[in-house]
């Protein structure tokens, strides 16, 4: 959805897009979002939009959030 949002989550009060990546590239997805033509008009509708960064510690999966709203 817009070019870079892989999840969207609703609930009754809040909307979440969120772009999923691998840790390691965090960074361009951020780049991607702040220059997408998009992401004004998601920002606002008050839309949050997270980047979730995905890296394996051990035998575990961990998360980054990175809030680009």
Do not use: F, P
Not at 5 to 27: F, H, M, R
Request: aromatic content about 8%; charged content about 25%; hydrophobic content about 40%.
């Amino acid at each position: 959805m817009w070019g870079w949002c892989d999840l969207l989550a609703i609930k009754e009060d809040e909307v979440l897009a969120v772009q999923t990546t691998s840790y390691t590239n965090i960074s361009a997805r951020v780049k991607k979002i702040a220059d997408s033509d998009t992401i004004g008009i998601v920002r606002k509708a008050n839309i949050k939009v997270n980047v979730h960064g995905w890296h394996k510690v051990g035998s575990r999966w961990e998360c980054k959030v990175i809030d680009v709203s």
